[in-house]
């Protein structure tokens, strides 16, 4: 008898096996958006991030810093809250961040379809339990009743704004629009209807398969769609909507590690987009190693044209080239009338003499400095800056910058060189402008004889460039070190812990406006100062990142870039 019902049992226990594993998976919230988003941003558990926020000391220290002040202030602040008030009205509640995190979930996704009305569509996982407890469902019979995929959903238009707001519960998922037909669609969705979705949409489809893991929180792009739009490349902050052109689509994942937040990023380049100029095998993974703990800032880029480098060059070791553009955005003076014409210091003009060109010798500079780079062939090149503090000095900036050629350098074409960048700037006719030996810690190293800092040491294939033999010192000591294993085309860091406090120290100098309280004030306008002020009460907000590390490597048509955020010592 019990082995009757033990092999009775067993078909049911293998069956009950088998459906589990092969039910179908629960469905990707993707595939129940509606297509044609600008972007969709999509979490992991997105009401436990809202409650890490709601708890965390960033939160708190934002919403009483100058800056946060300054931003409640501004216009894109005003639109966004007319906004929300207007949806609020047809609601008829304002849900705060609590109201918001009794309908955060755990899988969520938001995908946003027009920037102008602030269309979107949220989709959360929630419990019946959670459902119930909401601000949401206590006003649904509030509400016109409308129905899609079998399924009710409520709705509810406000006369006076025409914005509207429907929501639905279904199959454990909260249903939150701004559209009905964006509700509507994804109820069909949801109830297994073939409308196009989010997840086969190719710009959507693309990007994720290109991209690894989706982290903590994922937002994927619709570049195609989004420099479309004219309040996008206005409200865009970065300003940088022609290298956005670049791409078609990307992908952004964030995840938390221990003391780190790291973003990965993948973007698919256009197809009739330039491609990034070819660098061979170069790679930057002989430079990083150079890099001491000392610094304060540091980028290290493959190739890029010899311009670009030169200008570097000039303007961090010799002289900053005049700024001459004019701001489009700026009206034309007015002309006052009761001006004088000419002055005193019209005297010492020669009018048998025609003028300079403006930035006559910086011109002169650049093109010696990019002959000098031309020559070797830079394979690549890494800047190195930090600020100091030191007797007798306000606060210090050496850089040293250093270049790898693809051969050997000429060292007296480097001489040559550096005295003709220099020698329409410092010197009359380049008197004095000879080099003299010197050393650099334990490092020999050749020195610019006059009142400008300049020197510069060889080692291989590499130059160091330097206004600073300490600086130089510290990369030096450290030429001959293994490269990292890595195919990266581009790397930067800043060490914010270090470079904070000389931050302030400067700003607060450049304002020029000191509050008796220490308050960096625009007294006229009665609100912070941008930089000493506002700037830097963000600075402090943020003042547990300790450092930021950015790297980029070019796959074939894809660019990816890692993003780490280092917090602690």
Known sequence: MKRAVLFSVLPLCVAAYAFFQTAPPAPRLAALMPSGALLCLEAQNFGNLARVWDTSQVKADWLKSDSYSVFSRSNLFTKLQDVYGQYGEAA??????????EIAGTESALALYDIRNVEFLYISRIGDAEIMKSQLWSIRDKFQQRQAGGVSFFLRTDPASKRTVAFAFAKGFLLLATRDDLLAQALELLAGGSGPSIASDRWYHDATVAAADAGELRMVMNFESLVKSVYFRSYWVQRNVSTIRRYWTGVADESR??????????????????APPASGSATVSGLLPLIPPEAGFYKAWVGGESAATAELIVEKLIGRQRQEKSNWRDAPLAISLENRVGSEADLETHIDERPLPSGAAISDSLAAVQTMVEKPAARAALLVQSTSMTEGSFVKMPSVIVL?????????????????????????SQLGAHWIAGTAGRHSIERLDGLGALVFANRGRLLFLSNDATLLAALMDRAGTSPIASALTYAAGFRYSRERSNYERIMKALDFNGHPDGLQMDHANDKPSFFSGNIASLSQVLSRV?????????????????VLYHFGQ
């Open 257 to 274: 590690s221990g003391d780190n937040i790291t973003e990965t990023r993948v973007f698919l380049r256009s197809p009739d987009a330039e």
């Open 546 to 562: 300790s450092e930021i590390r950015v790297t980029e490597e070019e796959r074939a048509t894809v660019t990816v870039q890692t």
């Open 92 to 101: 008829e509640f304002l849900p705060g961040l609590k109201g918001v995190m």
């Open 404 to 428: 790898e050629g693809a051969e050997s350098w000429d060292l007296e074409s480097v001489r040559n060189a550096l005295v003709t960048a220099v020698g329409g700037l410092w010197t009359t």
